[in-house]
């Protein structure tokens, strides 16, 4: 094994190296470096990321990509919610009523939107080492690769309603598209998935024990990659099978039956009462149950609506959408509050306006997808016009 780049500083927030396969192709490696906040994806993190892919993508030597976190316990447990805080209460101090005047927030979501469509429309194969923890904005760099691996000890979920925001990173277009209603469940409820159940899921691709990573990687050095990017996906699906073990469904399909018709309906004060008569004690479902009645009803609201809204967007413009529901979030929704009593305050005793469904009606959600451009001026409005995702191929 050889590198052909000189190490990074080991404070940097994204190391990068390109390893020489024996044929001389090569394999370039991201590793989201903050193993201390769980590999949280901050803004700098998403333009080194958006940078080095691109790079990556224009360079015939490089036959395919391997994203991974930094430490063993998690790939990616979301964005980085601190600077997003400080974004958010600057804003609110400053006394402005255009959501495109926090510029931070205006920024962190532009680039992390293009750079996970980026990994969907990559034109190479793409392989994401999903061990650990994979939340939020960890589904959204993960959900895009050609292979995404999960482990024994994967754990995916979008806990958003328990933030005051909703399944972003593409997940309304993700989980619109999870079997038997499951994925209104899974916003409503954050419910974590195993790696059957992320498999099951749509968002996750096969299982490899976590203490053959070693082997994986020499496996990957000895492949015989090529030129063409098609025979290099399907070389990639080969060395993981040699080396994949079966799934155990998890409690997502346990419950498949009970979910799908709790969550079939099309009013949400119906799907959550559903919800919550759900049969079943286990600790899961319990936990699922406990979460939604605690999580923010506006998040319900916006989760449900956006959901609804997906079922014949593509995904460039679910991300269009997304964006601008996540401005007016930060704007004056319930997400700063969320994140001060989860991490900043940590007295987890939120005060979420509205305070229930019954003031989060279809009206009060309205505003939240009102455009502030003109016709035109939308800052995605470039996005997927030269490739389709691999969802939509």
């Given at each position: 094994?050889?590198?052909?780049t000189?190490?990074p500083?080991p404070?940097?927030?994204?190391?990068f190296?390109?390893r020489?396969?024996d044929?001389?192709?090569?394999?370039?490696?991201?590793?989201?470096?903050?193993?201390?906040?769980?590999?949280?994806?901050?803004?700098e993190?998403a333009?080194?990321?958006d940078?080095r892919?691109?790079?990556?993508?224009?360079d015939?030597?490089?036959?395919?990509?391997?994203?991974?976190?930094?430490?063993?316990?998690a790939?990616?447990?979301?964005?980085?919610?601190?600077?997003?805080y400080r974004?958010?209460?600057?804003y609110?101090?400053?006394g402005?009523?255009?959501?495109?005047?926090?510029?931070?927030?205006s920024d962190?979501?532009?680039?992390?939107?293009?750079?996970?469509?980026?990994?969907?429309?990559?034109?190479?194969?793409?392989?994401?080492?999903?061990?650990?923890?994979v939340?939020?904005?960890?589904?959204?760099?993960?959900?895009?690769a050609?292979h995404?691996?999960?482990?024994?000890?994967s754990?995916?979920?979008?806990p958003?309603i328990?933030?005051?925001?909703?399944?972003?990173?593409?997940?309304?277009?993700?989980?619109?598209?999870?079997p038997?209603?499951?994925?209104?469940?899974?916003?409503l409820?954050?419910?974590?998935?195993?790696?059957?159940d992320?498999i099951?899921?749509?968002?996750?691709?096969v299982?490899?024990?976590?203490?053959r990573r070693d082997?994986l990687d020499?496996a990957?050095?000895l492949?015989?990659?090529?030129?063409?990017?098609?025979a290099?996906?399907?070389?990639?699906?080969?060395?993981?099978?040699?080396?994949?073990?079966p799934?155990?469904?998890?409690?997502?399909?346990?419950?498949?039956?009970?979910?799908?018709?709790?969550?079939?309906?099309d009013d949400?004060d119906?799907v959550?009462?559903?919800?919550?008569?759900?049969?079943?004690?286990?600790?899961?479902?319990?936990?699922?149950?406990?979460?939604?009645?605690?999580?923010?009803?506006?998040?319900?609201?916006?989760?449900?609506?956006?959901?609804?809204r997906?079922?014949s967007l593509?995904?460039?413009?679910?991300?269009?959408?997304e964006?601008v529901?996540?401005?007016h979030?930060?704007a004056?929704g319930?997400?700063?509050e969320?994140?001060?009593?989860?991490?900043?305050?940590?007295?987890?005793?939120?005060?979420?306006?509205?305070?229930?469904?019954?003031?989060?009606t279809?009206?009060?959600v309205e505003?939240f997808f009102?455009?502030?451009?003109s016709?035109?001026?939308h800052?995605?409005?470039d996005?997927?016009?030269?490739?389709a995702?691999?969802?939509?191929?």
């Amino acid at each position: 094994m050889s590198d052909t780049t000189l190490p990074p500083p080991p404070e940097a927030p994204v190391l990068f190296e390109e390893r020489v396969a024996d044929n001389g192709k090569r394999i370039g490696i991201a590793t989201l470096n903050a193993a201390k906040t769980l590999n949280g994806l901050s803004l700098e993190m998403a333009r080194l990321l958006d940078e080095r892919l691109r790079a990556w993508a224009s360079d015939d030597a490089v036959a395919m990509v391997v994203l991974q976190g930094a430490g063993e316990k998690a790939f990616c447990a979301g964005g980085d919610l601190h600077s997003l805080y400080r974004s958010m209460r600057d804003y609110q101090a400053s006394g402005s009523t255009d959501v495109r005047d926090n510029t931070y927030a205006s920024d962190f979501f532009s680039v992390e939107y293009r750079l996970d469509y980026l990994i969907h429309t990559f034109p190479k194969p793409v392989l994401c080492w999903g061990h650990g923890i994979v939340m939020g904005g960890g589904i959204g760099l993960m959900a895009g690769a050609s292979h995404r691996v999960v482990t024994e000890r994967s754990r995916l979920a979008f806990p958003e309603i328990t933030i005051g925001l909703y399944p972003d990173v593409g997940g309304s277009f993700l989980l619109h598209r999870v079997p038997a209603h499951a994925g209104v469940f899974l916003a409503l409820t954050g419910a974590p998935l195993t790696s059957g159940d992320a498999i099951h899921a749509g968002l996750a691709d096969v299982q490899l024990p976590a203490d053959r990573r070693d082997d994986l990687d020499a496996a990957l050095l000895l492949a015989a990659w090529t030129d063409d990017r098609h025979a290099n996906a399907d070389l990639l699906t080969k060395v993981l099978e040699g080396f994949a073990v079966p799934a155990t469904p998890g409690p997502l399909q346990g419950h498949r039956g009970a979910i799908e018709a709790a969550c079939a309906h099309d009013d949400l004060d119906t799907v959550l009462a559903a919800i919550q008569a759900m049969p079943g004690d286990d600790p899961w479902l319990v936990t699922a149950r406990q979460t939604l009645e605690a999580g923010a009803p506006g998040s319900a609201r916006l989760a449900f609506a956006l959901q609804q809204r997906v079922a014949s967007l593509s995904l460039a413009d679910t991300f269009r959408l997304e964006y601008v529901v996540s401005l007016h979030c930060a704007a004056y929704g319930d997400f700063a509050e969320g994140i001060r009593a989860l991490l900043i305050d940590k007295d987890r005793t939120p005060r979420w306006r509205p305070a229930t469904l019954t003031n989060a009606t279809q009206a009060w959600v309205e505003p939240f997808f009102v455009e502030p451009w003109s016709a035109g001026g939308h800052p995605l409005r470039d996005l997927g016009n030269d490739t389709a995702p691999r969802t939509e191929r």
